[in-house]
């Protein structure tokens, strides 16, 4: 995907959520007889703007991280000629408290809107059945074995990798233990596991919750069978040649093309003896794999060998294949319940890193978002609806946060002012706002610091 689309990608998924946020505010206010001056997409030069016949002006702005509505009676707007039944600060406090909150929760029943038509489509996932298990990984000493299926974490039952990567990663962080049910067959009785953890996840964020727990999803079978060496790398280096069949590397054996390319990733720069079998033979090679830093991560080993794509043995077995799909009733249900999880998530991420749990590394920026964006994109309709939907959750939650200058520091002022029977005085509305864009800066030069050292 070129670098045009990846940005079509993100202004399409931020330019759709930003006005489903800011319509929430404008239509409350709307509602509560607020004259609307202005609802811009966008910051900056306006690049193009109308108006309705109520005198609102409709704005696409320079600078797409965000938008406004400007209402009458707001600050900043002191020179337009005011009627109080049109002004926002002379609303009571529970329309006011309507208008600001409007927006974030919008935005939250327009992710369960989303996830409601993708239930209603219906999705197609692979059943989660262990493929490797890494020797002496936190599975392996739980005792999940290869061709199980993983049936629940911590519950919560899993029809596919995606729910099983959303339960381990609502652990991120944790000490004591996921438990996790396997079965080896649809007749079989389940059996529990219960895998240690201690915060778990810390340090393999990028690489992902697979990984952590030492299992990597079931695929094809594919022996290791080269097909091809490519010039001056590692491997013809080291003496392999096409068409041979690699029986173990440091004396374990090879299962299938998987475990043998995990082994290279995880060795660069270190010597790895081979037992191959070329004509009839056994011969004994040694090659060391390439260092190769990829995505700014860290340093992986590489070889420069490809598969025989004719080695291919079978493909997922059709009972692997689920369809899952709702009625019309039922979706909203599931649409509910997937947004309370990602709201769930996101709330126990934060408090997570406020207390140091998990690291301010986690945090992503514009950078990253244009990033997942465009690469949902690539992969369809279905997963890029998704990401919005996510995306747009995570809008609501953040705005939501009692942070001055965020619509929750506004609610957070009409909530004292309820209590004590007046409005918080200009003076300390100034001073928080301050600090709260003080935090804002901090928090998103946090977040470009880390999309910037992850390019």
Known sequence: MDFLQYVAAFIGALGVLIAVHEYGHFWVARRCGVRVIKFSIGFGKTLYSRKDK??????????????????????????????????FAHKTVWQRIAIVAAGPLVNLVFAVLLYWLIFIAGVTRVAPVVGDVFPGGVADRAGITSQSEIVSVDGRETLSWSNVNFALVSRLGDDGFI??????????????????????????????PLVALGVDVFRPLLPVLIGEVMPGKAAERGGVQAGDKIVSANGVALPNWFTWARMIRQAPLVPMELEVVRNGDI????????????????AVGRLGVMPDPTSVTYKIPDEMIRHIQYGPVEAVGEALLKTKDFISLTLAAMGKMIKGQIS?????????????????????????????????????????????????????????????GSPVSETLQDIGNRIGLAMLLAFMGVAFYNDIAGL
């Open 54 to 87: 109520q005198g609102t002006e409709f704005a696409i702005s320079a600078i797409p991280f965000g938008g406004y509505v400007k209402m009458v009676g707001e600050p900043g707007t002191e020179g337009e000629e005011i009627d109080p039944a049109e002004s």
């Open 179 to 208: 438990e996790i049910e396997t079965k080896r067959t649809a007749d079989s009785a389940r059996q529990t596991h219960r895998v240690d953890v201690s915060r778990w996840m810390i340090g393999l964020e990028k690489e992902g």
């Open 283 to 298: 011969l004994a090679l040694t090659v060391l794999p390439e260092s190769i830093v990829e995505d700014g991560k860290a």
């Open 360 to 420: 301010l590394d986690n945090l992503s920026g514009p950078i990253t978002i244009a990033k997942v964006a465009g690469d949902t994109a690539s992969y369809g309709l279905e997963p890029f609806l998704s990401f919005v939907a996510y995306l747009s959750i995570s809008l609501g939650v953040l705005n939501l946060l009692p942070v001055p200058m965020l619509d929750g520091g506004h609610l957070m002022y009409y909530l004292v002012e309820m209590v004590k």
